[in-house]
């Protein structure tokens, strides 16, 4: 049996319709797949700030509590320092005694009193 001109040009146009298709589907699954991978990396692109996220927020709360911590150990610091500031007023009025002391003991001896 002998295909005539007609018969090949059916089967040409019964292929360029098929390869037609088969673009027409490429595309459609290529598009697909691009819509899917691009909802897939979003995902994953969240999940990922959310992870940063969370290690940003420990981390200041990481720094909170050192604060914290400072903040109480110069609490202590500034109280013990207010009480060397009170020792050292007192013993300031102490040098002043003893030097009054002397010069006490020394006008008692001019005058000729003694304890």
């Known amino acids: 049996m002998a295909?005539?001109?007609n018969d090949f040009d059916k089967i040409e146009k019964i292929i360029e319709k098929s390869a037609e298709n088969t673009r027409a589907d490429l595309r459609k699954e290529i598009a697909s797949s691009a819509e899917k991978t691009k909802?897939?990396?979003g995902i994953i692109i969240?999940?990922?700030i959310e992870g940063l996220a969370i290690m940003t927020n420990n981390?200041?709360?990481g720094v909170q509590k050192q604060l914290n911590e400072h903040?109480?150990?110069f609490d202590?610091?500034?109280s013990?320092?207010?009480d060397i500031k009170l020792r050292l007023d007192n013993v300031a009025y102490r040098f002043e005694l003893i030097q009054l002391q002397s010069r006490v003991k020394r006008l008692e001896k001019k005058v000729g009193i003694s304890h």
């Open 3 to 5: 295909l005539e001109k």
């Open 80 to 82: 013990g320092q207010e």
């Open 71 to 73: 903040n109480r150990r």
């Open 76 to 78: 202590i610091l500034e």
């Open 46 to 48: 969240k999940e990922e």
């Open 39 to 41: 909802s897939e990396i």
């Open 59 to 61: 981390g200041f709360n």
